[in-house]
Each structure stands twice: as C-alpha cells, then as structure tokens.
C-alpha cells in the first residue's frame, strides 16, 4: 500500500472524519481511491455531499464538476460520472457498476491505474466545457 497522503490544502477534516468511521478493509480502500484522486488530480477540494466524499475537481464545483466515493460493508463505490462510466465501460466490464458509478470489492486490490485515467478524463473534459 502507498504512504498516506500529505495533508493538501484542500483535504476535508469531514472526509476523514466519514472513512474513520469504518471497519479496516473499508478505510484502507477508501484511504486508497482518496489518494488515487488526489494524485490524479491535485487541486481539488474535499467536502461531504449527499452525505458522502466528493472532490471538486474544478475550484468550486457543483455536483457536475465533482467525483465521489462511498464505503459499504464489501465494496467502496466510486461515482465519476455517466459519461466516465460510458468512455470506460469496456474496461469496467468485470465490476458491478451502474449508470454513474463502480463498486471496487474489499477483498480485491483497487485497481489504481484506472481509477486514475477515470479521473483524469473526467477533469480533461471538465477543461474542455464537458
């Protein structure tokens, strides 16, 4: 498993307050898909919504602009976007996912380099008015 994050500017006492709150499979996933975000895109900002994690990938952003993650007992949900799950649905084939989001399995390793090009789509066409 990867170091920790630093703590950025715009990381949310709330949003460690949300993955403390679970069981250790369930943490270290969503320390994990954390990081991963951060990684793939730097300047975001963490806050709780719909009672869950989001980051702003965009200084301020809305809903639209945001990607989130949630824990559950045997899986973390990441929710990129509609469009981010259509652009990725073959590689997402053997994941059980829905229009806008993925459950990535506890007792499976995160699978880092996808969650990273998911991001990194997701804040290109976000620069790009998408």
Known sequence: MSPPLPAPAGRSPAV???IAAFPLPARRMLDAL???IWQAAPGVSELIN?????FALVPGGRRDQ???MAGYARHVG???SA???T????RLAGYRRAKGSVQFALDQPL??????EMVAYRLAALRHGG
């Open 78 to 80: 990441f929710y990129p």
């Open 66 to 68: 945001q990607v989130m």
């Open 34 to 36: 954390r990081r991963v």
């Open 16 to 18: 460690d307050d949300y």
């Open 83 to 85: 469009a981010v799950m």
């Open 50 to 54: 719909y009672g869950i994690p989001a």
């Open 111 to 116: 699978p880092e380099a996808l969650v990273t």
């Open 87 to 90: 652009a990725f649905a073959d």
